[in-house]
């Protein structure tokens, strides 16, 4: 799990972007409006056509009607994800080379990366990012920070999917950062998601990389 320079993408120029980050080299961000798109749409088209090559290749009718419930899955999984206020969503691939391991050895490691919005009751910035991890049970590591963005409270849960969920029953690291918004209403919670617990140090130091980067001002300028 290395770093490389970070590539500034054309997003960095949206209008209407609330908050901007950048992620280190690994990271895929899933087209949510294309996977998520309405039928009859023209993003609906286009998940189409990036689908239909992968159904082509299918080596059997069966494998085809796999692949096209996995999608599906996936679709719930990431409209309850938008549901509940999530804006980013990101696969992480990195190669587990911690510890010496040669790199015929080394294996890859998964990780999801979301940015959620939260509403919140008006307050100081730094009462609303404590609020955020003393009101729910589970968070440990607890750490507060004064980032470029402002103050911030990073921390750890660690779940165990509900037996019978259908999901590898693996336990679940996730990091979280909270960063309250300059208007004071609402709160961007940045998690970093993962079945890896063995490499909990290195992806605190993935996160802690991305929040470094968080601005609720465009960074590059009004005009850029």
């Given amino acids: 799990m290395s770093s ?6 054309e997003s960095v120029k949206d209008p209407h972007a609330e908050l901007w980050f950048a992620e280190p080299p690994g990271f895929t961000a899933l087209p949510l409006d294309a996977l998520l ?11 189409c056509v990036a689908a239909a090559p992968l159904l082509e290749a299918a080596p059997s009718e069966i494998a085809r009607q796999q692949f096209v419930a996995l999608l599906a899955s996936g679709q719930q999984m990431l ?5 509940s206020g999530t804006v980013h969503c990101s696969i992480g691939l990195h190669r587990d080379d911690v ?14 990366f979301t940015i959620s919005w939260r509403d919140t009751n008006v307050a100081p910035r730094a009462v609303t ?7 729910v049970e589970g968070h440990t590591h607890i750490a507060f920070q004064e980032l470029p963005c402002g103050p911030a409270v990073l921390s750890e849960t660690a779940r165990q999917p509900a037996a019978g969920s259908g999901l590898p029953q693996r336990p679940l690291l996730q990091i979280h950062a909270h960063l309250p918004h300059p208007d004071c209403k609402r709160l961007a ?8 617990t063995a490499r909990r140090e290195e992806y605190r130091a993935i996160l802690r990389q991305v929040v470094e980067t968080v601005r609720f001002e465009n960074p590059l300028g009004a005009d850029s």
């Fill in 4 to 9: 490389a320079a970070i590539v500034v993408d």
């Fill in 37 to 47: 798109a309405k039928p009859e749409t023209s993003d609906a088209d286009k998940l």
């Fill in 79 to 83: 409209a309850a994800l938008c549901e």
């Fill in 99 to 112: 510890g010496g391991q040669t790199s015929g050895g080394a294996q890859p490691l998964l990780s999801l």
């Fill in 129 to 135: 990012a404590a609020r955020a991890v003393t009101a």
């Fill in 189 to 196: 919670v940045l998690t970093l998601s993962t079945t890896a």
